[in-house]
């Protein structure tokens, strides 16, 4: 059954976005402990112990490039919740319909918050992790200026954010002030 779809207002864009970055950056910090902990005791156990200040060490930058990518790996399913949308989205009361107004569903929650961390992902191993974040904030302007608060994202995987929240009155309500 399809639901009449009601645009977020953009303070509502952005903080489903700075909420969903902010649980990233938690979650990676986390995944990036947990894969590069073990990683350093490995590159540890392969340091000659006979080498001096001029013998190289550490891991190849092939097994640092796997490890990275293993990082998105693991933090993609916690980006989208296992396919049940951002966690921005939740706390905001967004949810995210197909253009014909039906749930999303799984595959596109996936393929939305998969589409940012690849970007993020392929432009840091070409070793412009800035240019990425660019790319990802260029991305949502459409969402600041189009009407159905779409970002790129949203476009191209035919994602449309839908506002669960209370409507907002045209004026304030005004209690009653007792006498005296």
Known sequence: ??????????REVLSSAAISVGVTVIAGSVATFLVGFPAIWVDIAMTDPTA???TPTGLPESATRGL????LLLLWPVTCRL?????GD???ELKALSPAGEPAGSGRAWARTGA???ILGVATLLGRPGAGVLVILLQWVPALVRTDRRS???LVV???PHTTSSPKLGRPLVWPVPPG
């Open 116 to 118: 940012v961390l690849a």
């Open 1 to 10: 059954m399809a639901e009449s779809i009601r645009p977020p207002s953009r």
């Open 83 to 87: 396919g049940h949308g951002t966690w």
């Open 52 to 54: 001096d200040a001029s």
């Open 68 to 71: 990275f990518v293993l990082v």
């Open 152 to 154: 790129l994202v949203d």
């Open 158 to 160: 035919g994602v449309v």
């Open 90 to 92: 939740s706390v905001m």
